[in-house]
């Protein structure tokens, strides 16, 4: 076997059945294994985080068609390629084409495949590491079955590890005991690739080290040595992708805005999706500023928008300027907690019937049922308010909205205060 061949790839799944962590969909009677086995799978989408096997499930389905294959990266093909692979399909009678990152073409790319699926001249295989309701355009992604696939949970990650151990050259001819795992499993989050790039990493330095007869041992301490020893500034195909965004994330809500504009600025250099920065900010702006600052919101919503129509290398201004707005904000996320406690409700009590007063009445029988009996029209009351009951008398009185210690929500609640004179703990 060459071992200048990465560790990852010499392990690749060759089968479904051999897919380690995606059971769901490579398991017996799976949605995906009947359509293979009915010798037909769908156009399809293929959505989730690095190193869980979306290229190795595209090659898999590929090999058991035995079709014309096509691999193209979005990162790197433009419409021209795109349609010179459309132009062999439409000659050889079809193809099955793989487009790694697809998140990241545009929506002229995007259209340019919507006619060759619409056609049957291609098959296409989309991967991408974002929620394709947001990346992928709507006609496009009606045409296609969206699977989901998931993080490596320890039990995935350590079937890897055994199956590196068992099978491979470099650790059977070297005979390495690997004494500890736990490193390796924090360290991968989830993604094989990097486990298997790591452990790889973790040998071969283990083996440059080795001396005389004494046993070759990987422990935890040894992973954690090499790994600070090896990781780079920022892998634009997703090694650190989801690391990096949380250390900037966690900057922002922590009020400091140099450690936003270094974290932001490690993405920038590292040519992270400008919409995919701004897309967290925005959601940022809600979670964790909320009421205490509503301008949050709207400038992290109209930076959404400039980096749209701008792009690098000029987006990386309005990018900044918004980081160090929301670093430097007022927090608040109370209403995070509202909708989560909200929810939460909604799943222990099921659906609670509308309190009649609260029921619209638009036919007699309606309102001979008392639908919208006793509701009291709110601005009739002195400063358009008239106590009365909104939630259903299975749950009254519940709190789900608390306003926070900061200087816009302390006047919420002053407000709230005014209104309902103590109910919900105003």
């Known amino acids: 076997m060459n071992q200048a061949i990465p560790l990852a790839e010499r392990l690749r799944p060759q089968t479904l059945s051999d897919l380690v962590g995606q059971e769901h969909l490579s398991g017996n009677n799976s949605v995906l294994q009947n359509a293979i086995q009915k010798g037909k799978v769908p156009s399809m989408i293929l959505w989730g ?9 595209a090659n898999i389905i590929a090999t058991t068609f035995n079709s014309a294959y096509f691999q193209l990266s979005a990162i790197s093909s433009g419409v021209k390629e795109l349609r010179e692979v459309i132009e062999e399909a439409k000659s050889i009678g079809g193809a099955i084409v793989f487009i790694d990152e697809i998140h990241r073409f545009n929506k002229g790319q995007q259209d340019a495949l919507l006619g060759a699926v619409e056609k049957g001249i291609i098959t296409l295989i989309g991967a991408t590491t974002e929620n394709p ?8 992604l009606s045409r296609c079955q969206v699977f989901i696939l998931k993080a490596l949970d320890k039990d995935g990650l350590s079937k890897l590890v055994q199956q590196a151990v068992e099978k491979d050259p470099l650790f059977k001819n070297n005979k390495i005991e690997l004494k500890e795992t736990e490193a390796l499993f924090q360290l991968s989050g989830g993604d094989g690739r ?11 330095a283990l083996i440059g080290t080795h001396k005389g007869n004494a046993p070759l041992v990987l422990t935890d301490d040894w992973v954690m040595q090499v790994a600070q020893t090896n990781i780079a500034l920022y892998d634009k195909n997703g090694e650190q992708h989801y690391d990096i965004i949380s250390a900037f994330i966690k900057s922002m809500r922590g009020s400091d805005p140099n450690g936003a504009i270094y974290w932001l600025s490690r993405m920038i250099a590292g040519g992270e999706d400008v919409k995919f920065i701004a897309r967290r900010m925005l959601i940022f702006a809600s979670e ?79 309102k001979d049922l008392n639908y919208g009996k006793d509701y009291q029209y709110s601005h009739l009351g002195e400063n358009n308010f008239l106590e009365q009951e909104y939630l259903p008398d299975e749950i009254k009185g519940t709190t789900f909205y608390t306003p926070q210690k900061n200087a816009r929500e302390e006047e919420l609640k002053k407000f ?6 103590g109910k919900y703990g105003y």
């Not at 919503?301 to 792009?311: L, R, T, W, Y």
């Not at 907690?337 to 609260?358: D, F």
């Open 133 to 140: 309701s947001f990346e992928v355009n709507s006609a496009l």
């Open 288 to 366: 964790d500023i909320g009421n205490a600052n509503p301008n949050a919101l709207l400038l992290a919503n109209n930076c959404f928008d400039a980096v749209n129509k701008i792009g690098y290398p000029e987006s990386r201004i309005i990018l900044s300027q918004c980081a160090i707005y929301l670093a430097s904000s007022a927090k608040s996320n109370a209403s995070y907690e509202a909708i989560a406690q909200g929810l939460a409700m909604v799943q222990k009590t099921g659906n609670l019937p509308v309190p009649l007063h609260l029921r619209n009445a638009p036919t007699k029988l309606m």
């Open 416 to 421: 709230l205060h005014e209104r309902w004179r």
């Open 194 to 204: 990097k486990l298997l790039n790591l452990l790889e990493l973790s040998a071969e």
């Open 49 to 57: 985080p690095p190193g869980v096997g979306k290229t190795t499930l």
